[in-house]
Structure formats: structure tokens, C-alpha cells
């Protein structure tokens, strides 16, 4: 079924599309949450309530977005809020908007050797794979929602963009960004 | 002709990795590569770290979401509230 006839029956409060689409989504948006609030129950109660303004403003969902990241702009939007109201929300501070600040000299090549590890010389991939996903949880929320959206859920550039309300060009530099701050703190947990 | 500047090549990873660079950049991004080993490193670092974010864990995708799926469809006939804006759910 194409997106269009998707959101024709949604509109029409069709229970079985209902039930298809959350079944399809839900899992995803309950993960995503509970990774940023760090808290399952509080995840499902933000999912939930996210889910029942999607509901009843389905009527004026127009498809210049895709459901997929339409479904996550809410649960973001929601989780965003959730974290505020209890001053948890972890801004990034100057060093996280550009990780390699000061990494290279004016003649553009690198001031200090990459520090070197690698799957095969210092760490095996269940290692690696936990130390990243420990350090993404620790990561300020604004470089672990979009490496959540984008390597975890499989967002592309333009449903990320539409997730977090952002232009496409700003979501291409966050994600970069986001990446090399990963990179870094990996890196530190391996000195 | 390799890209020169280590910091070029570094501001170019995410195209790579995401293969939105085209072929000419591609190869040009390969060919530092293939001369300078802290780029190599910092590159299959990134390939490493990017590939481990992306794998789903349960708590990434819960099986059990019958609690919240069944509070959502009880409400799927309620009256529709208020009309009004565009695409903005949340």
C-alpha cells in the first residue's frame, strides 16, 4: 500500500490500518524514548501521549513529510519536552560543536597522530559494541537524538531533517558532528 | 589528484560514509587515504563506531508494546478535537 491510500485509511480512522501502523512504528518510537529519557516506563507514557496527538491531528497530516518521521517528530518533540520540565535535557556545551576544533594546523593536516585503535589491534567487536552504546547514552541529547534517528532507526537525510524541525543542510552537519563526537568518546574509553 | 588537506578529507567522511559523495570525490577521498595513515585510521574508526550505533539492541525495538497500542486504539473513535496548522504532530 502506498503512503497516500496509508494516510487515506488513518484519516478514516480505519482500525486496521491503526493497528498496522503501530504495530510497524511502535516498537521504534518506544526505543528511541526510552534511549533518551533513559527510562522505559516514562518512554511509554511520552510515546502514548504523543501518539494520541498524532491521532487526533491525523486530519492535517498533508504528506509533505513521511509518517515515519512524522511519527518521530512527535515522539521527539514530546521526549524534548518531557526532559526540560526536569531540567534534564544535556545541552551541548562548546567543545561538542565541533569535535576536532583545533585538531589540525593552518596547513590543514593533523596536529597530533590519530590515536590508534582498531577492531582487529585493541578491541574485539562486542567491546566496541558496548563501549558505543554506553557512550551514545551519554552523549548530550542533541548529538544522541540524531544518531539514534539516523544509525539506529535508519532515518534518511530528509525524514531526520523533518524529525527534529531542522533544515537538511543543518541535519548533514549535526549528524557529522554527532559522529566525531562519538568517535572521540569511544576513543577516550580506550586510553 | 588526492585530496591534499587532511582536514578536507576529514570534513568529507560523512558524505562517504552516507555515499552521497560522487565518484570523483570518492576516489580522490581513497586516494589520501591510501597515503596517510592517521586519515585511514580516523576513517575506519568512524566505519567501526557508525556500524556499532547501528545495531539494534531489544531496548531499541521493545516486543512488547501492547499496553500503549491498546490505550491508543480504545481512543480511535473519540471526536477529533480542534482543527488548524499543518503536518505538526507533538
Known amino acids: ?191 | 589528484m588526492p585530496m591534499s588537506r587532511c582536514e578536507d578529507v576529514i570534513a568529507r567522511i560523512s558524505t562517504i560514509l552516507d555515499q552521497e559523495a560522487g565518484p570523483v570525490a570518492r576516489l580522490r577521498f581513497h586516494a589520501h587515504l591510501a597515503m596517510c595513515d592517521d586519515c585511514r585510521r580516523y576513517y575506519h574508526q568512524m566505519v567501526a563506531v557508525r556500524s556499532a550505533a547501528g545495531h539494534v539492541t531489544p531496548d531499541d525495538v521493545p516486543p512488547d508494546f501492547d499496553r500503549v497500542m491498546g490505550f491508543v486504539l480504545e481512543h480511535l473513535d473519540d471526536p477529533a478535537p480542534d482543527k488548524g496548522g499543518e503536518d505538526k504532530a507533538g
Request: aromatic residues 4%; charged residues 30%.
Open chain 1, 1 to 191: 500500500m502506498d503512503e497516500t491510500e496509508l494516510i487515506r485509511l488513518l484519516k478514516a480512522r480505519d482500525r486496521a490500518t491503526w493497528n498496522q501502523v503501530l504495530r510497524d512504528h511502535g516498537p521504534r518510537l518506544v526505543g528511541y524514548a526510552t534511549r533518551m529519557l533513559g527510562d522505559r516506563g516514562r518512554a511509554e507514557d511520552v510515546v502514548q501521549t504523543s501518539l494520541m496527538s498524532v491521532m487526533r491531528s491525523i486530519d492535517r497530516f498533508e504528506g509533505r513529510s513521511s509518517l515515519r518521521s512524522w511519527l518521530f517528530r512527535a515522539v521527539h518533540n514530546a521526549a524534548i519536552d518531557e526532559l526540560r520540565r526536569g531540567a534534564r535535557y544535556v545541552e551541548l556545551v562548546s567543545e561538542d560543536e565541533d569535535p576536532l576544533a583545533g585538531a589540525f594546523g593552518a596547513d590543514g593536516r593533523w596536529q597530533q597522530p590519530v590515536a590508534a585503535w582498531s577492531l582487529d589491534e585493541r578491541i574485539d567487536a562486542h567491546r566496541l559494541l558496548a563501549l558505543v552504546h554506553d557512550e551514545m547514552d551519554r552523549l548530550p541529547h542533541a548529538h544522541r537524538e540524531i544518531l539514534l534517528l539516523r544509525e539506529t532507526h535508519g532515518l534518511d537525510n530528509a525524514e531526520l531533517a523533518e524529525a527534529l524541525g531542522v533544515s537538511a543542510g543543518n541535519a548533514r552537519i549535526r549528524l557529522h558532528r554527532a559522529r566525531q563526537a562519538l568517535r572521540a568518546a569511544v576513543t577516550r574509553r580506550m586510553e
